[in-house]
């Protein structure tokens, strides 16, 4: 089995980039350690705070947080950092080439039931000449990532990565801390029979999904003329691996819930990294009616509607919000 930077390296991906990667996957591996440890190291439940986006956070959420922050600012090799648990951008060495942007824990409400959750990470290049405090270096398209992934911490903790040659999986050997190739050029199947959405949001849909939904759960005797099957997992980093696995389509539409917050999923740290995997996977990531990876962000903590997946179902549901 190939380590890491070896399969990097024949993918003529830079040094520096390279080390940037493992610098993340330090903070993960050490991430998947303490998740593991659960309720014997004492970092289940909440905190009092809230972050800046009013979700309460968890004990975890602040511990991945620091970790990685910490990390990756003593590396050297990050100009800047953006984190879903960081109200603002945080300036790292101005001399750096790259901006990190991450989700340290998502799907933290599973934390305490011992069930999925992850680490999902963007790279791009910064600006050349800008300046390590100023935000606006993170306001740049998805198709911009010269990097991607996630860590899933889950039964084995797998790490989904793609520089932009492929999307690939590795396995957390726990034994020597190395993460070992073990899936080369992921592929999502065209076709699906499974979708992932929270349901219990129906009645707060556009009549768009609605629609798009309600044909899916017809089945056999409705318009799509075959049955379909339901997963939702609360971790958008257990649900896309899941269809990076088998296919599937996962959308967490537009609703009008609390009309303060149309779109639940964050652009910089889970709609473009998760996009550009499914991507390079050969899957399709819209927010219905633009590509995910197009959208130019104009702040940090941005949310889009997100439907990820199988290529063709992708499209058949893009039919419906046309
Ligand atoms: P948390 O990290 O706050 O648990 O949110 C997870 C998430 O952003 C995404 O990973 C899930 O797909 C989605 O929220 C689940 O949302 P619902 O709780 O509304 O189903």
Known sequence: MRRLPPVLL??????????????????CKEISFRVGQGALSGVLGSTLDENIQGETQKKLDVLTN??????????????????????FTVAGNPDANYIVAFDPLDGSSNTDINSLVGTIFSIMAA??????????????????????????YGPSTVLALTTGKGTRFFTLDKTHGTFLLTQDFASVPEETSEFAINASNQRHWQPAMQNYINDLIA??????????????????????????????????????????KPNKLRLLYEANPMAMLIEQAGGIASTGTERIMDIQPDAIHQRVAVILGSKNE???????HK
């Open 66 to 87: 620091q970790l990685l922050k910490d990390i990756l600012l003593e590396s050297g090799y990050v100009k800047a950092i953006a984190s879903e648990e960081e109200d």
């Open 314 to 320: 992708v499209e058949t549901c893009l039919s419906y």
């Open 219 to 260: 089945g056999v005797t409705g318009p799509r003329g075959r049955n379909f099957n339901m997963r939702w997992i609360a971790a958008m980093v257990g649900d896309v691996h899941r269809v990076l696995c088998r296919g599937g389509i996962f959308t967490y539409p537009t609703d009008t819930k609390d009309p303060n």
């Open 127 to 152: 600006p050349e000449g800008s300046d390590p405090a100023d935000p606006s270096i993170f306001m740049q398209p998805g198709k911009n990532q010269v990097a991607a992934g996630y860590v899933l």
């Open 10 to 27: 024949e993918d003529g991906c830079p040094r520096e980039l390279i080390s940037l990667i493992r610098t993340v996957l330090a903070a």
